[in-house]
């Protein structure tokens, strides 16, 4: 079996934004009826990416800050001075990130460990409206 959703929606602040998402996922994956398989989840666009993470207050600042140290917003990018438009930090940002993920799932329920959960990251310097693709894949 092999089930799209491209329907999946989410208001974003930008600039590193976090959002919790598992609980759209889980929704997807046993309305699919597949009781074993795999979920891939994909944010479309670059500046905007997925990954995994304890979606706790603590642990959230320090990625966000981790990400800052590893490409800040205040230096100098090519693309600016190309485009104008001040978001090369969150193109870099993105594509160290990736914009994609894999998640198991067996007897219906996503194998998560107890504390991860699945997290879309908005990077853009802006406001947005983010579309989520799952590719569920499974018997």
Do not use: C
Not at 38 to 65: H, K, N, R
Not at 108 to 135: A, C, E, M, S
């Amino acid at each position: 079996m092999w089930v799209q959703k491209t329907d999946l929606s989410f208001k974003t602040k930008g600039r590193t934004d976090i959002l919790d998402i598992t609980p759209h996922v889980r929704q997807e994956v046993e309305a699919s009826g597949a009781k074993d398989g795999v979920v891939t989840i994909f944010v479309p666009g670059s500046t905007a990416g997925v990954t995994t993470i304890e979606y706790e207050s603590g642990v959230l600042q320090d990625l966000a800050e981790a990400i800052e140290r590893l490409a800040p917003e205040s230096i100098h990018y090519h693309h600016d001075a190309r485009w104008g438009d001040g978001n090369g930090f969150s193109h870099v940002r993105a594509a160290l990130l990736g914009p994609s993920l894999s998640v198991p799932f067996s007897a219906g329920k996503l194998q998560l460990g107890t504390w991860q959960q699945i997290v879309l990251i908005d990077f853009d310097n802006r406001p947005r409206h983010r579309q989520i693709v799952l590719q569920i894949i499974g018997e």
